[in-house]
């Protein structure tokens, strides 16, 4: 098969399409022939060699690209429960595999996939697992209840946009911050309100909520800038490997780490068909031609996943 790796981590230019072994599922596992694979800032990340920070590059000499699937089962591993022709999606949530999902073949964990939505095609639900599964852990992270505020900082990107569905699923009041040309978009999606991202973010927010939000989900990543909006003794998801921002005045920074399980992408495809959360594809790229989508992701300004399509 062919699959899609970094064995320099020098950006998109330095990506390799290898021809490999097509890999075979253990106990617990499936594999799953992949119709598309969406490609995420992550993905840009690993493939400059961020992931070096988490000391992961040691005795690897290959680092596979993708975390967001959709295809067919194809084979599974003794003691794997779902069957070969079921349509799935699911989450590669390791780093530092050499084979990962922008491949003709992946292998997961049986509990990082669930049977795909019904109302969608694989393209649109290959968008579904990495940013909607981020958003929801970090929105059970907040523990906020209905009514509560909360503040979604790059409101109209993948992680972002899936905070403003959820969180208005949920029964929050959303604040939604986003570029001008965005706010269309972002109030489609539920905000409640908008704050363009070219105003002083914490001054704004706090003309509509004066002692600031409940709860954050900074999916800009902005920091400190961001969490000027919040209350004191609220909350913080901070979306980023590395140092986390201060817990200042007492609110609690959560640091989200996406992980994978069955049940909550259950959950995410149960709303998908409901239509309380949507899938956004910008574009569709052959895998050999995965660079330029690298590249266009890494200008910035895409609206909806670009997704590969082996
Ligand atoms: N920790 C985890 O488990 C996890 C999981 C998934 C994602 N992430 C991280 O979460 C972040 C968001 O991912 P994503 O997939 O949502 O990225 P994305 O689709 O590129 O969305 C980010 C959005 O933020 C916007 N933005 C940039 N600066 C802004 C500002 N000052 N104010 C408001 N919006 C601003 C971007 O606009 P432009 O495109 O115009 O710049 C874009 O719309 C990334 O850093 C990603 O690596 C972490």
Request: no cysteine.
């Amino acid at each position: 098969m062919r699959a899609l790796v970094a064995r320099r981590l020098d950006g998109p230019d330095a990506l390799e399409l290898i021809e490999t072994a097509v890999p075979e599922p253990a106990a617990g596992q499936v594999r799953i022939k992949v119709a598309a694979t969406a490609v995420n800032p992550v993905d840009l990340a690993v493939s400059a060699g961020k992931v070096v920070q988490f000391g992961l590059t040691g005795g690897r000499d290959q680092f596979g690209l993708g975390w967001d699937v959709a295809g067919t089962i194809d084979s599974i591993g003794p003691g794997s429960d779902l069957e070969p022709g079921t349509p799935v999606i699911g989450l590669a949530d390791l780093l530092g595999r050499p084979l990962k999902t922008h491949a003709e073949y992946v292998v997961l964990d049986a509990d990082a996939v669930a049977p795909a939505p019904h109302n969608v095609d694989l393209t649109h639900a290959s968008t579904i697992a990495l940013n909607a599964l981020t958003a929801l852990q970090a929105l059970e992270a907040l523990q906020l209840s209905q009514q509560q505020t909360v503040l979604i900082t790059g409101a109209a990107g993948g992680v972002g946009g899936y905070a403003v569905e959820l969180a208005k699923h949920f029964g929050l009041t959303v604040i939604a911050s986003a570029a001008a040309e965005d706010e269309d978009l972002v109030q489609r999606l539920g905000a409640d309100r908008f704050v363009s991202r070219a105003d002083d973010l914490s001054a704004a927010v706090r003309k509509i909520v004066p002692a600031g939000v409940d709860g954050l989900v900074d999916a800009a990543v902005l920091g400190v800038a961001a969490q000027e909006a919040v209350r004191n003794q609220g909350g913080h998801a901070h979306v980023q490997g590395g140092p986390t921002p201060p817990h200042l005045r007492g609110i609690r920074v959560v640091q989200i780490f996406v992980h994978a399980n069955r049940a909550e992408l259950t959950e995410l495809v149960q709303l998908t068909e409901a239509g309380a959360i949507s899938t956004r594809v910008a574009d569709t790229y052959a895998l050999e031609d995965a660079v330029a989508a690298y590249k266009r992701l890494a200008k910035g300004g895409v609206r909806g996943r670009l997704v590969l399509v082996p």
